[in-house]
């Protein structure tokens, strides 16, 4: 028998959180960030899921874009980060890839190039990871024209450093950057916003928005969970609790002994460690689930346990089955936890943990 540690995909959570970015998009249309391989989801069941919805599909590289053609989806991809050589540069073509150009050396080989795919030009907007300064663009522009390749400039992207932050003014200033740097050339289309931007009121998103961790039901925002956001946690990380044991005031828990019991505890230990990818930084006290109840982790994780008070849980035994995370106990929690964010712990999620498709 296999190992029960699993990841269960809710793929009808991803198509209806996706449609609730199309909702708050108001009119915006969207394309689907399926990255990482769908945030650790899979992403050929993720592009499946998704392939009767989304006009576009956004990816890291050119790797990530073959999988969606292998998984039999048809529809434009945008390779976020444009080309990593000149041979993507035909192969996209061929495969219907868009790229984003964000870089001079990446002009050079397209000067090279007799055919090019669909581009979008990336801008710089205050974010300094990719993209070409708002004073640099017309040259850029011209110098794409030139080449013969005007015709395949679809438009803009630029990305959002601070969205996630509600009290942080830096995404109207962005806004306004890219807005300016673009208005010479109102006829071609804009792409803005990631999920952070959906939940910003009065943010304008263009005619293409960048949904991604929101797809999967966790939240995009600090402080807020995807739930609170109405979104539906896509992902649920599930094991079995093998052994149940009862300690005494006074005893440890695990290596280092870094938990000790201060009252009679009824504990219990879970297939699951940081070698399926649960965070080894989530300490005591971070929450879990078993039979309809909240339960605590007690020590540290090890590489394919953990360890779990089970005083609340009175009737777990061995063999049931604990949520690590998923629709009682939101990715995000846990995260908040472990000092980081909910779209690592997805996206950290190991190939020892096989995703289930329902
Ligand atoms: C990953 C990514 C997104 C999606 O971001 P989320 O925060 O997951 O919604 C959008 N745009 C770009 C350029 C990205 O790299």
């Known amino acids: 028998m296999p190992r029960s540690t699993i990841a269960r995909i809710d793929t009808n959570a991803i198509r209806q959180n996706y449609r609730r970015a199309l909702a708050l998009g108001n009119g915006t249309r969207a394309m689907a960030v399926i990255k990482a391989d769908g945030y650790g989801h899979g992403i050929r069941d993720v592009a499946v899921a998704l392939k009767d919805e989304a006009p576009k599909f956004a990816v890291a590289c050119i790797e990530e874009a073959h999988a969606i053609r292998e998984a039999g989806v048809s529809q434009p991809v945008v390779l976020l980060q444009g080309p990593h050589s000149d041979q993507d540069i035909g192969t996209s073509e061929a495969e219907g890839f868009e790229l984003v150009i964000h870089s001079e050396h990446q002009l050079n080989w397209l000067d090279q190039q007799a055919v090019v795919p669909v581009l979008w030009i990336k801008v710089n907007s205050g974010m300094n990871r990719l993209g070409f300064s708002p004073a640099d663009l017309e040259g850029v522009m011209a110098r794409l024209e030139a080449a013969g390749h005007g015709q395949k400039i679809t438009g803009f992207v630029t990305h959002f450093a601070c969205a996630d932050d509600p009290s942080s003014d830096f995404t109207a200033q962005q806004t306004d950057c890219f807005a300016r740097a673009v208005a010479p050339w109102p006829h071609l289309e804009k792409s803005l916003g990631n999920s952070a931007a959906h939940f910003r009121e009065g943010q304008s998103l263009y005619d293409w928005s960048r949904p991604g961790i929101m797809l999967y039901g966790a939240s995009p925002m600090i402080n807020t969970f995807g739930p ?51 965070p080894r930084h989530a300490g005591t006290d971070t929450p879990a689930w078993v039979n309809g109840r909240r339960i605590r982790l007690i ?22 089955r604990v949520e690590l995370w998923g629709k009682n106990i939101s990715v995000d929690e846990v995260a908040r936890h472990a000092g980081t964010i909910g779209y690592e712990l997805l996206t950290g999620v190991t190939v020892r943990v096989p995703r289930v498709r329902e």
Do not use: H, W
């Open 228 to 278: 609170d956001l109405d979104l539906e946690p896509a992902m649920t990380l599930e094991a079995e609790l093998t052994s149940v044991r009862t300690i005494q005031a006074g005893e440890a828990v695990g290596y280092g002994g870094s938990f000790k019991a201060t009252q009679e505890t009824r504990m219990g230990i879970v297939a699951v460690g940081y070698g399926d990818g649960y």
């Open 299 to 320: 020590g540290r994780v090890s590489m394919d346990m953990l360890a779990v008070d089970l005083n609340n849980a009175p009737n777990a035994k061995p063999g049931d």
